[in-house]
Nanobody, 123 residues
Framework: QVTLAESGGGLVQAGGSLRLSCAAS????????MGWFRQAPGKEREFVAA????????YYADSVKGRFTISADNAKNTVYLQMNSLKPEDTAVYYC????????????????WGQGTQVTVSS
């Protein structure tokens, strides 16, 4: 079992930056894939970024590649999403998620979810 706690959302102007944090429980943390997803009103939840803790491999959606960076601090059991050059279309509720084993894009494969944090980017 994994519990997740998110923080770092807020309101920012276009072109600005935010860093989201996801604190995970320590049990088998390094064996998990940790992911970030987002969901705008009326739209499907979509993959943003993920990191495989055991290998450090990272994965990004095309829409955020080059602007967002996912990283992990295993000593703190925390995963971060650094978001730079934010655009209004990045506005969504951002969720931290976790699954055991290898990476998948689909949110249906993730077993554990945070509560979500709102990111709003104004033009």
């Amino acid at each position: 079992q994994v519990t997740l706690a998110e923080s770092g959302g807020g309101l920012v102007q276009a072109g600005g930056s935010l860093r989201l944090s996801c604190a995970a429980s320590a049990r088998t943390f390094s064996s998990y894939t940790m992911g970030w997803f987002r969901q705008a009103p009326g739209k499907e939840r979509e993959f943003v970024a993920a990191i495989r803790q055991s290998s450090g491999s990272t994965y990004y959606a095309d829409s955020v590649k080059g602007r967002f960076t996912i990283s992990a601090d295993n000593a703190k059991n925390t995963v971060y999403l650094q978001m730079n050059s934010l655009k209004p279309e990045d506005t969504a509720v951002y969720y931290c998620a976790a699954k055991s084993g290898i990476f998948y894009y689909s949110p249906t494969r993730y077993n554990y979810w945070g509560q979500g944090t709102q990111v709003t980017v104004s033009s």
